[in-house]
């Protein structure tokens, strides 16, 4: 029996227009075995919580570089909670140290900076959704 690839959503949230991190993350999903669905730049929190319902994604990664990170990641996990989404958030750019554990507190299962490899993102993410 075919079990279905566990979907991810990648996202850029906000005015960041730098995606490749991102795209190199979705691409390295998709070679682990992972279906992803990569939104594209300039999403806001809402689009993104309307994707991951609409593809029943189980894990939303997002990337932010702006500085954003606070106002956006905060205002997705308030929406997740209002509209009952349960699935694990990871975040990944340019986070300053003294931040990890305020996204951490809002929720966000893990937090992730430029130069971390690859293997690890793959695995923490198989861990988070369950995939061997």
Request: proline share 6%; glycine share 12%; hydrophobic share 45%.
């Amino acid at each position: 029996m075919h079990m279905p690839k566990p979907k991810i959503i990648i996202a850029k949230l906000g005015l960041d227009g730098h995606d490749r991190g991102a795209k190199v993350i979705a691409r390295a999903l998709a070679e682990a075995g992972f279906e992803v669905v990569y939104t594209g730049i300039r999403q806001t929190p809402s689009q993104v919580i309307e994707t991951a319902i609409q593809e029943d994604a189980k894990l939303i990664g997002v990337s932010i570089l702006s500085g954003s990170h606070m106002e956006l990641v905060g205002e997705l996990m308030k929406i997740m909670r209002e509209r009952g989404v349960n699935i694990p958030v990871l975040v990944g750019g340019i986070i300053p140290p003294e931040d990890r554990d305020a996204l951490l507190k809002m929720g966000v299962a893990a937090v992730y900076g430029p130069g971390t490899p690859l293997r690890e993102i793959i695995d923490i993410v198989k861990k988070l959704v369950g995939a061997s």
